[in-house]
Nanobody, 111 residues
Framework: QVQLVESGGGLVQPGGSLKLSCTSS????????MLWYRQAPGKQREWVAT???????GYADSVKGRFTISRDNAKNTVYLQMTSLKPEDTAVYYCNQYSAWGQGTQVTVSS
């Protein structure tokens, strides 16, 4: 069973930055697209960003220009660099690899 483990969440002030990590136990990590989602309290889970096996990226309009997704296949890890954070970015952030999901990491943006 594939395990995804996220880390890097926390409390940050508006305008601040955080970098999330997600490490997969899947041995052929490089063959899978990786995605980040988030779920705010009382809202549905929403897609945030994707990085393909070839390194192409895509972003939700709400985070475009502020978030950067990247991957290190040698470390079986995907990252989400978040800058210029806003209170509305507050959510539990999840990484996704095909049918596998991580447990989530809480990001809170508040002064």
């Amino acid at each position: 069973q594939v395990q995804l483990v996220e880390s890097g969440g926390g409390l940050v002030q508006p305008g601040g930055s955080l970098k999330l990590s997600c490490t997969s136990s899947r041995s052929i990590f490089s063959l899978y697209n990786m995605l980040w989602y988030r779920q705010a309290p009382g809202k549905q889970r929403e897609w945030v960003a994707t990085i393909t096996t070839g390194g192409n990226t895509g972003y939700a309009d709400s985070v475009k220009g502020r978030f950067t997704i990247s991957r290190d296949n040698a470390k079986n890890t995907v990252y989400l660099q978040m800058t210029s954070l806003k209170p509305e970015d507050t959510a539990v952030y999840y990484c996704n690899q095909y049918s596998a999901w991580g447990q989530g990491t809480q990001v809170t943006v508040s002064s």
